[in-house]
């Protein structure tokens, strides 16, 4: 029974590398795509969530795509992409803002686990982001969130349109540009063309990811 054991984890170790080899992070986004466009449209398959799935990730598992978001209750990346167990890796915190142990487990997930698809996705009507544009005090350890926001929330403020919802967008924008300068490990898979990191802006109302094109904070800048 042992042997019958060993024989296959080391089979689903090879399928995992095959599946990982695979996967480009061009095909990630794609498949991220597909899955919200199902989702908006009532149509989600909800693949990878049965009892046979919970054995096979039991003894290994292999994102195909890291998700830095929000840690808003709305805003539940397996289901808003239509994902199952063992598909995506999540890093949430409120405002999507990341620390020392967020940044760890990205480059985890990218160097060790082979995702090679970011995308840092934030939100529409994001609590974090108001309280950096309207909010002057905030208690505790709040304002260590409120003030990684703060700069989109004033480049925000500089322009035309709703301050926060285009703070969102900005602030996502700046976290993109973070993580790609992230010296070693990101930034050289960057570079390489190996893993891909982009913005992304779920809408509260709609349930559908819009995806920033990657010289937004150029562009919006340039307004």
């Known amino acids: 029974m042992k042997k019958i054991t060993l024989v296959f984890t080391v089979l689903l170790s090879i399928t995992f590398s095959t599946f990982q080899a695979q996967v480009t992070a061009e095909s990630s986004l794609q498949l991220l795509k597909e899955g919200n466009k199902r989702f908006v449209e009532g149509k989600s398959i909800r693949p990878h969530q049965n009892l046979e799935r919970v054995k096979e990730v039991s003894l290994g598992q292999k994102p195909f795509a890291i998700i830095v978001g929000c840690s808003d209750s709305r805003v539940p990346s397996e289901i808003i992409?239509?994902?199952?167990?063992?598909?995506?890796?999540?890093?949430?915190?409120?405002g999507q803002v990341?620390?020392?142990?967020?940044?760890?487990?990205?480059?985890?997930?990218?160097?060790?686990?082979?995702?090679?698809?970011?995308?840092?996705?934030?939100?529409?009507?994001?609590?974090?982001?108001?309280?950096?544009?309207k909010v002057?005090?905030?208690?505790?350890?709040?304002?260590?969130?409120i003030n990684a926001i703060k700069p989109a929330a004033q480049l925000a403020k500089t322009h035309d349109g709703d301050q926060?919802?285009?703070?969102?967008?900005?602030?996502v924008a700046m976290q993109v540009q973070q993580l790609q300068n992230m010296e070693p490990v990101l930034t050289k898979a960057v570079v390489s063309g190996d893993t891909k990191i982009v913005?992304?802006?779920?809408?509260?109302?709609?349930?559908?990811?819009?995806?920033?094109?990657?010289?937004?904070?150029?562009?919006?800048?340039?307004?």
């Open 136 to 145: 002057p005090d905030v208690p505790g350890h709040i304002v260590t969130l």
């Open 81 to 94: 992409f239509d994902q199952g167990l063992g598909d995506l890796f999540i890093v949430r915190t409120a």
């Open 164 to 171: 926060i919802e285009n703070a969102v967008k900005i602030n």
């Open 98 to 133: 990341s620390s020392f142990a967020s940044w760890g487990s990205i480059e985890f997930a990218n160097a060790v686990l082979g995702a090679k698809l970011i995308v840092v996705m934030g939100h529409t009507k994001c609590g974090a982001v108001a309280a950096a544009c």
């Open 199 to 223: 913005g992304a802006v779920y809408d509260l109302a709609s349930g559908k990811v819009e995806f920033l094109e990657p010289d937004f904070l150029n562009t919006f800048q340039k307004k």
